[in-house]
């Protein structure tokens, strides 16, 4: 999929560029399936099956001199469930020169969910009850989602994304599912949900990367059981949703959003250096020791350092999920520099050894 902003775009004239990439598709190695457009955002995104990246470029540079701003490599099962179509809309329209033109655009809405590792949610509760927890979470998310027409992009064990077109159909599926799910169950799974709306392609180089990112940043703003909405979402939002369920939302500033991405971003670079301390994160954030504390602790509940340490145990989690490691291993590559700081760490924050939780995982 590539992207271009091209400012004053029209659905016409990205019908007739359209026609001009089908034309030349051939000399490249090319399939051009469809497109996104959006007038009042600008920006056109393309679905092309390619040989690689130079193809997409070359192609579209000799068809008509658009070259897109970027390029990435996707899915198109993904590209389908997160957006609903791979091919051209069926109801696109025909022009009398014999082309199809709509705009159809791609932003969406997305809602992501949360729960405890489930691995974790087994050691503390059993497997038995943990897994009727998580059936019923599973259920109830499936029937509200159906029910304001969202579309399951991704189920990996702890968490959905749903895309919407409509940011008050997102609302309202999240309003329902909160609603339907039992109190005591949301506390006992650690439910947490949060909503976003983006582009297809912006600085990630996965398919609604930067959306879904964001999205979780906001699972670490200590808010218990309340849907978290990001700024734009809110703005596209209707308002009754905050007048009559005020008690059931946040939502951050547009300016400590962009903080939050950057408390998080730097963390994301810094992680497996383990020469990385508050020190640096100051300079990274460009912001003195008082500063940075008074933000984070604004914004997380958490300390400079505490942040630091759970995120290398949340990525070290992640870590012994993908193949097994020695905890040696771990430690070092997780950003710790001592195997019994870290197994100490490990245990006080998750509840039992590294080693425990890598014997659950096999």
């Known amino acids: 999929m590539d992207v271009h902003i091209v400012p004053g775009v029209k659905a016409k004239n990205v019908a007739e560029a359209h026609f001009q990439d089908l034309l030349h598709q051939g000399e490249y190695g090319c399939k051009c399936m469809t497109y996104w457009v959006d007038e009042m955002r600008e920006s056109i995104f393309c679905l092309i099956e390619a ?3 130079d193809a ?39 022009s009398v020169e014999g082309l199809k033109v709509f705009a159809d655009p791609s932003f969406r809405i997305l809602l992501v969910t949360k729960t405890i590792d489930p691995i974790l949610l087994q050691y503390k509760l059993g497997s038995e009850k943990a897994n009727e927890l998580l059936k019923e979470q599973n259920s109830i998310i499936r029937k ?11 189920y990996g064990g702890s968490g959905f994304i749903i895309s919407f077109s409509s940011a008050a159909s997102a609302l309202s599926c999240a309003l ?12 006992a799974i650690g439910f947490k949900m949060s909503i976003n709306g983006g582009e297809p392609i912006e600085k990630s180089n996965k398919l609604f990367g930067d959306t879904i990112q964001m999205a979780r940043y906001l699972f670490a703003i200590p808010k218990e059981f309340k849907l978290a909405v990001a700024s734009t979402v809110r703005e596209l939002a209707l308002k009754d949703h905050f007048q009559n369920n005020g008690n059931s939302f946040f939502s951050l500033s547009p300016q400590d959003e962009i903080m939050l991405e950057s408390l998080f971003s730097q963390l994301d670079k810094n992680w497996q250096n383990p020469d990385f301390d508050v020190d640096d994160y100051c300079h990274a954030m460009a912001m003195s020791k008082s500063q940075l504390y008074r933000k984070t602790i604004a914004l997380t509940g958490l300390s400079p350092n505490t942040l630091l340490k759970d995120y290398r145990l949340e990525r070290a989690k992640e870590l012994m999920k993908k193949q097994h490691y020695t905890i040696s291993q771990i430690t070092f590559d997780s950003g710790f520099t001592s195997p019994s700081y870290f197994t100490k760490c490990f245990k006080k924050k998750f509840g ?9 995982l096999q």
């Open 51 to 53: 040989p690689d990246k």
């Open 56 to 94: 997409v470029k070359e192609m579209h540079r000799k068809a008509h001199g658009l070259v897109p701003n970027k390029v990435i490599e996707v899915s198109s099962s993904i590209v389908q469930s997160f957006l609903g179509r791979i091919y051209d809309p069926e109801d696109a329209e025909t």
């Open 144 to 154: 509200n989602l159906s029910q304001f027409g969202g579309a399951e992009v991704e």
């Open 176 to 187: 329902a599912i909160q609603n339907d799910l039992p109190l005591s169950n949301s506390e």
């Open 352 to 360: 039992l050894l590294p080693m425990n939780y890598m014997e659950m």
